[in-house]
């Protein structure tokens, strides 16, 4: 579902807190910045520096771009929060790799070290001037204490053949500086080439390249032959390591004319095999194929040839002759007859 990357794509968003860090100390150590403006005024009743037109400040390889920023300070001069506004610009540039934050408003907390991104914001990475990440939203937060980023609002994210769409996303970084978890909630949705999941939330694991969807999952694959899977269930999770899809609570799969339901499934390559190709129903459940409905304690239907079998306590209802037939087989019931009225 998700295809192996040379790197992931949740690395690239770390760069996007090397901002956070690194626009904070722009103010902290204000003797080693420039900021430029066509106007700048101190008001030191309300501790509060206002700078207009074009300002720019640059420090190092970070740059911030506005057409208004203020700068509030506290008691002892010290500089609390910066402000700029409107379609403001965050950039750093350091070699390979670049970051950039926008939005209508970006406000720097020096306290909380975090910056926010207001309105329309959008965070990119680029590598060579190539984008490899972007998330938009209408709220983002870079926060240098809990190492987070927290996005909210018609989130939408890209990397190569990878998008997502919530309304809330949040990346969380261990303590070594490692991407650790990304959550999507609140109308979460994947798409991977022709491949698409939905749930209520996801949970990716970067470490055990986990995928855990829960709420109402639905998952729809296109084969090579332009053929659909659905899946639906309480929860689904997928592991990259064994390729494999565990649907549990409710599980409903259509395939071609089969329509299989059951407590639980796994979609996995048969041995030796890296491609999905097999769905194992795992306790009590029914299948559908045209006019017969067969239920067993184990289901295994297998993709490609398309086939099934039954095992345990199996049960067959044949709805009409044409089940018969295909239940029989077409020449142990050539002589069977529609009956008559």
Request: net charge positive; charged share 30%; hydrophobic share 35%.
């Amino acid at each position: 579902m998700i295809k192996n990357k040379k790197k992931s794509w949740i690395v690239y968003l770390l760069c996007l807190l090397m901002i956070t860090v690194m626009v904070g100390n722009i103010i902290a150590n204000a003797s080693n910045v420039l900021i430029e403006a066509d106007k700048q005024d101190y008001d030191s009743k309300k501790k509060l520096m206002t700078f207009e037109g074009n300002v720019k400040v640059d420090y190092e390889n970070i740059t911030v771009k506005s057409p208004k920023a203020f700068i509030k300070t506290s008691a002892d001069g010290k500089p609390e929060q910066a402000t700029f506004m409107p379609n403001a610009v965050a950039t750093k540039d350091k070699g390979r790799l670049q970051s950039q934050v926008q939005a209508e408003v970006i406000k720097l907390s020096l306290l909380e070290k975090r910056i926010r991104a207001i309105g329309s914001s959008k965070s990119v990475v680029f590598e060579n001037k190539m984008p490899l990440v972007s998330i938009k939203a209408r709220d983002q937060i870079f926060d240098t204490k809990t190492n987070m980023i927290i996005a909210s609002g018609a989130v939408k994210i890209d990397y190569s053949d990878i998008r997502t769409e919530s309304e809330y996303a949040q990346v969380t970084i261990d303590k070594e500086g490692s991407p650790k978890q990304v959550m999507l909630k609140a109308n979460a949705k994947l798409f991977q080439d022709r491949n698409v999941i939905s749930a209520k939330s996801f949970i990716y694991n970067v470490q055990s390249e986990e995928l855990i969807a829960e709420g109402e999952v639905y998952t729809q694959r296109t084969l090579e032959d332009n053929t659909k899977v659905s899946v639906w269930a309480n929860t689904q999770d997928y592991n990259k390591a064994s390729n494999t899809l565990m649907a549990s609570g409710n599980v409903k799969i259509n395939y071609r004319d089969y329509t299989a339901t059951g407590p639980k499934a796994m979609f996995l390559p048969e041995e030796g095999q890296t491609t999905p190709n097999k769905i194992v129903f795992i306790g009590r459940a029914k299948i559908n194929e045209s006019d017969r409905m067969v239920e067993a304690d184990k289901i295994e239907i297998t993709i490609e040839p398309k086939s099934f079998k039954a095992e345990g306590n199996v049960k067959t209802k044949i709805k009409s002759i044409k089940g018969l037939k295909e239940a029989l087989g077409k020449e142990e019931a050539k002589e069977a007859k529609e009956p008559k009225d």
